[in-house]
């Protein structure tokens, strides 16, 4: 088997006659130390295949974890563009072919990705069964159950619980040692991400957070208005009132030599209505630089208007507390 970060499998193998032979002359000497070394070794390739499958489903879903994410994506599209199509169709209908095919084939592919190495998401098997009938009830069944829920699974997955985060320490003896002083360093290296990056990191802040459903992108990178969408699903549970769910649409400027002004905010403003229906209820502008006083003024006059829309700011400070509580994603995009 191929090594794994430099790991081999160094096994030893002894036939049935050798074990009894040796476990014979064991007894006859009489030596309990050497019958317990000796029965360790027999274990020692049991051992060593269960590490080594640890390390392999931990590569493999670094190797996956990319194309997965755009498979997840690409399935989100899709039924965002069927769901317009569909909507004055009776139930049995058959939903058009070219989309269904497409949900078909990216359903397909995250099956083959996943393969054995991470659990079967949650409604998987009957996502399947419903693409397969593939009529508007079907589909209805897919949006509005099977999809959140396997995406949820899948978004989970991306990670296993023992995936290390990468650290430049080797030994935390060596640092304490050290003896570190000065500052404590609080301002983040946003100048290290991409836009790419930033957007990445926004849409992993809200993925992991509780009270927070369905994460998806909405637009590409650099599109027209040089932001790109994130939507997301916010809960508020009440005690008396049960829960409620609001749509949450992030818009991410990874701008570190502008900050946001009145006409940046009005034109996000504007630009809800195109996300509709269902209505947007909450607008977030998240950036890696600032707001100029008039554009927290035009927001602060939003906040007092009879418009449902809600706009929030989250500026390079409101980020940087964020992710002071959340060490392992500064970690993972090198923000120090």
Known sequence: MP???????????????????????????MEPTAEISFESSLEEPSRQLREYRFRFNRKRRE???????DAIDQIDRLIREIHPTIEAMEPRASIPEAPLAGLRTHFKEITTLIGSSMPRPDRWT??????????????HDIEGVDWPAAKSSLRKNLYGQDDPIPVKV???????????????????NWEKLTDEEFERLIFSLIAGEPGYENPEWLTQTRAADKGRDLSVTRVNRDGLSGHLRARVIIQCKHWLERSISPA??????????????????????????????????????QAQSDRALRIEMWP?????????????????????
């Open 126 to 139: 009957e996502m399947g069964r419903h693409l397969h009938f593939g009529q508007v009830g079907d589909f």
């Open 170 to 188: 080797g030994d935390l003896c060596e640092l304490i040692a050290s003896k570190p002083s000065g500052p404590i360093p609080t301002k983040l």
């Open 264 to 301: 940046d905010v009005a034109l996000l403003r504007e630009q809800m209505a195109l996300w509709e229906p269902p209505r947007v209820d909450i607008l977030i502008i998240a950036t890696s630089g600032r707001f100029t006083t008039d554009a927290v003024a035009a927001i602060e006059k």
């Open 63 to 69: 190797l996956i974890r990319q194309t997965l994410d």
């Open 3 to 29: 090594a794994i970060d430099g790991w081999r499998l160094k096994l030893d193998f002894l036939d049935l006659d050798a074990i009894a032979q040796t476990r014979f002359d064991l007894a006859e000497i």
């Open 316 to 336: 390079e400070s409101h980020l940087e507390m964020l992710l002071a509580a959340r060490p392992a994603l500064i970690a993972e995009f090198g923000l120090r």
